[in-house]
């Protein structure tokens, strides 16, 4: 079965600092890798996601993405953050030869943004 | 264009009883999934229905159920509660049934059982 691990549970940054949130993923099937954000007492919106093509991914918000096979990880960063970005990060995992939608995903990593 | 509504956005119940939550897609979008949200044990998939019919299923046990109608909306049940169903319950829509759809999720509803 797949399964995925985030890394760490919070990361305190402070503001314009730069962050990383990681993620590994155990499969021995190809899959999709997805991350998604939720903003507190709202549902989970999609960041960005991997399905195949060049490694980095970009996405929303000055997101971005670098899937590593060799290494199964999925590692979001942003260069610089801002207040806003404040809020749980999902990593998720869909595997490429499945029907449907279904999505496993991490703990969650909590972003807190510091000024 | 709306986003995915479900209703009720909170509600508590007493440990016995049942529970019934509904999901209104994105327009258009064909395939909704639920989702159980909780501290304890993270995010973890339901099931899934695509044209009316279930098609995928997580492992929980009998008591819970869903269905979807013909306008793509669909309803979970929870019956018997118990202490422990307490959780943030999302659905999420997509146009199609592919594993490289995007999923658009609702706010969720907020159940707990006391």
């Known amino acids: 079965a797949q399964s995925v691990t985030q890394l760490d549970s919070q990361v305190p940054v402070f503001e314009e600092a730069p962050v990383e949130l990681r993620c590994n993923y155990s499969?021995?099937?190809?899959?999709?890798l997805f991350w998604y954000v939720q903003y507190p007492n709202q549902g989970l919106q999609l960041l960005l996601k991997?399905?195949?093509?060049?490694?980095l991914v970009k996405g929303i918000n000055g997101f971005e993405a670098e899937f590593n096979k060799s290494q199964t990880s999925f590692h979001l960063r942003k260069p610089s953050v801002h207040i806003s970005d404040t809020a749980e990060y999902f990593c998720a995992v869909s595997d490429r030869g499945q029907y449907g939608n279904k999505l496993v995903f991490g703990a969650g990593t909590i972003l807190r943004v510091k000024s | 264009k709306a986003g995915v509504t479900q209703t009720p956005r909170y509600l508590i119940k007493t440990r016995g009883q049942q529970v019934t939550l509904s999901c209104s897609p994105i327009s258009g979008h064909r395939s909704v999934s639920w989702y159980q949200q909780t501290p304890g044990q993270g995010l973890q998939f339901l099931f899934e229905y695509f044209s009316e019919t279930q098609r995928n299923k997580g492992n929980f046990p009998g008591r819970f159920s869903g269905r979807q109608f013909s306008n793509s909306r669909s309803e979970m049940n929870v019956s018997t509660l118990e202490l422990g169903d307490s959780a943030l319950y999302l659905c999420a829509s997509s146009a199609d049934f592919l594993p490289t759809g995007e999923l658009f999720f609702g706010e969720g509803s907020r159940l707990t059982v006391l």
């Open positions: 499969s021995s099937v190809s899959v999709y």
């Open positions: 991997y399905l195949s093509g060049s490694t």
